[in-house]
């Protein structure tokens, strides 16, 4: 079992930066990649970032490319993504997600909304 906790959604102007915390707890870490998706009103789920647990592999939406980042924090099994340069089109609720054994991503967070202001 996979457990995911985010933080750090709210609400910033165009141009600004947040940063979203996804605390995650259970096991086998090593075996788990750890995605971000966001939801916009009417819009399907869609992955922004994506990544293995060591940080060797990862893949970013184009359209947040050189925008946001992924990375981890070893010894808090937290996973932030950094996002600088922020757009009105990237207000949406934030879901971290994890996939374990490439089976799909089966476990998600609560969500926390982020609010891009122009």
């Known amino acids: 079992q996979v457990q995911l906790v985010e933080s750090g959604g709210g609400l910033v102007q165009a141009g600004g930066s947040l940063r979203l915390s996804c605390v995650v707890s259970g096991r086998a870490f090593s075996r788990l990649f750890t995605g971000w998706f966001r939801q916009a009103p009417g819009k399907v789920r869609e992955l922004v970032v994506a990544t293995n647990w060591s940080g060797s592999s990862t893949s970013s939406a184009g359209s947040v490319k050189g925008r946001f980042t992924v990375s981890r924090e070893n010894g808090k099994n937290t996973v932030y993504l950094q996002m600088n340069n922020l757009k009105p089109e990237d207000t949406a609720v934030y879901y971290c997600?994890?996939?374990?054994?490439?089976?799909?991503?089966?476990?998600w967070g609560q969500g926390t909304q982020v609010t891009v202001s122009s």
């Open positions: 997600a994890a996939d374990l054994d490439g089976i799909g991503w089966a476990y």
